[in-house]
Nanobody, 123 residues
Framework: QVQLVESGGGLVQAGGSLRLSCAASGRTFSRYTMGWFRQAPGKEREFVAGITWSASRGYYADSVKGRFTISRDNAKNTVYLQMNSLKPEDTAVYYC????????????????WGQGTQVTVSS
């Protein structure tokens, strides 16, 4: 069993920054891919960024490339999402998730999910 807890969401003006954290506990494994997804009202959940515990770099949805950075601290079992140059269209509930697969972009391939944290970007 893996438990994931997100934090760091909030209200920010367009152009601002937020840093989300995802603390993992329980039976974590280095093979897991950690991912960030988001879901806006009336829309399906979409992939944002992902990283494996052994990777030096993450991978991203085109919509956030150059603005968001995913990173991890293996010693702390924590994954981060640094969000810069935020836009109103980034407004969503952001979820942290883990997958037993490598470099997955698909929500259905993720096994564990956090409770979500709200990110609201005002114009």
């Amino acid at each position: 069993q893996v438990q994931l807890v997100e934090s760091g969401g909030g209200l920010v003006q367009a152009g601002g920054s937020l840093r989300l954290s995802c603390a993992a506990s329980g039976r974590t494994f280095s093979r897991y891919t950690m991912g960030w997804f988001r879901q806006a009202p009336g829309k399906e959940r979409e992939f944002v960024a992902g990283i494996t515990w052994s990777a030096s770099r993450g991978y991203y949805a085109d919509s956030v490339k150059g603005r968001f950075t995913i990173s991890r601290d293996n010693a702390k079992n924590t994954v981060y999402l640094q969000m810069n140059s935020l836009k109103p269209e980034d407004t969503a509930v952001y979820y942290c998730a883990s997958s037993s697969r490598f470099n997955s972009n698909y929500a259905r391939e993720y096994d564990y999910w956090g409770q979500g944290t709200q990110v609201t970007v005002s114009s």
